[in-house]
């Protein structure tokens, strides 16, 4: 582990005071300091966790010359806007999803990280997730033979959450169920991208919630073509006036063996194995419930525990834990972001990487809008 430590800033401390005691515990990371806009809410976070630098500007945050790291926990339209300005000010940048909202946001942040050099990476939750984690090693040791197919699905409903989610189009939140279809076909190097998408919007949300965005699906389900490959990936999203449990599930449908990760939140995933004429299945045999397990031990041992959502809650006193902790994936988005920013390794997902996985969603919505035209998705 190299000596030196990166001094990390964290704005916005609702989901992103999670991160909070994680980079803590790193021991490349000091956790220097906290940014939001109320002064009460900053101190009683800094108070909890005693950090002392506090702003409640992010202007004045990027300013601060002792900052290397900025890890952007603000609501969404504000992600493009601050992780530009965090660049250009010379620092490296973590932000949570999506990268930004329009093609062209995406194509500026690349662009600035390209000529700043530090760098970009989107902390997408479920590439880090232990039930991916383990559909990529199975991918990886060759057990799912050859993939035929990939599907993600994330349904949540948003009524009550704040005043940037009311009437969001579905696609625009789409990388939690585009990324692992992606990231599953990405070699270290050389990620795996889309190349176009066809997407259809579907049934009508409330009169209220369509004008904000003028967006009226209550779903929108897309199918993009993943590009050199012929593999076909399909997404849905719902977010208002649908009646489904959470939802954010990833199934691979392999030659050998397909992966289905959920159906119902807390039951286990189901592998599906191909019966064959030397290992005969009855269909009853063919699918098995199975145990996925941790992946704490490709972390730093201080930070292991914060796979482990019980653990974070108990040793933090966190009131909440978002997602249940995203499949224990927080340490390992801290993690490889601070080895990225050493040096040591490239940030999963980087600059180009994040822009697709995020314009599969901006560009499928635009495909619903025209009535399911196929758009293509700009390379950047
Ligand atoms: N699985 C995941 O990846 C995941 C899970 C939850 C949330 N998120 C993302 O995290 C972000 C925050 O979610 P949340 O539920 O905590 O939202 P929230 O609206 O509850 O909290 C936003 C925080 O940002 C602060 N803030 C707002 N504007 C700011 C500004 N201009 N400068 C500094 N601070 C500012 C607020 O004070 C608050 O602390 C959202 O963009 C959401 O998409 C991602």
Redesign the pocket.
Known sequence: MPEKKIRVAI??????AEFIPIFQAHPSAEMYAI????QA?LDKCGDRFGIKVRYTS?ADLVKDPNVDAVHI????P??AP?ALAALKAGKHVAC???MATSADECQQIVEQQRKTGKVYMM???VVYAREYLFAKELYDKGELGRIQFLRGSHQQDMDGW?DYWPGLPPMH?AT?CVSPCLAILSKPGKPALAESVVCHGSGRIREDLIKRYNSPFAIETATFKVAGSDVVAEVTRSLFDTARQYRESFDVTGSKKSFEWQQVEDEQPVIHTKSSPEKPLSEKDIPKRVKVPDFAHLLPEPIRRFTMPAAIQDAEHLSFL??GG?GGSHPHLAHNFLMACLGEQPAFPDAPTSANWTLVGICAHQSALKGGERVSIPRM
């Open positions: 704005v916005g401390l609702g989901f992103g940014c939001r806009r109320s809410e992010f926990n603000s609501p969404i504000d992600h601050q949570t999803v999506p902390m997408e939750t704040p939140y939690h978002q997602g995203h």
